[in-house]
């Protein structure tokens, strides 16, 4: 398949969409999308993060690490 476009999307290509919280959060969240899981699954899965960081994280480390 050729396209003119950056990225072109198609019905049948997989999608994976993360959502990481507190299980009971994820369980609210849930129900009201059930309508959007045409054809697939949806998983709920326990995690165990090894690493988190984010840019607010890092610019702080930095600031402290000059004092």
């Not at 019905?11 to 849930?30: A, H, K």
């Not at 999308?33 to 697939?40: K, P, Q, S």
Request: glycine share 2%; hydrophobic share 40%; proline share 4%.
């Amino acid at each position: 398949m050729h396209s003119t476009h950056l990225v072109s999307f198609t019905d049948d290509l997989p999608v994976l969409i993360v959502i990481v919280g507190l299980e009971d959060r994820v369980r609210l969240f849930l129900p009201p999308r059930d309508d959007l899981v045409r054809e697939g699954m949806v998983m709920l899965d326990h995690v165990v993060v090894v690493r988190y960081t984010d840019e607010k994280a890092r610019n702080w480390r930095r600031r402290s690490d000059r004092s």
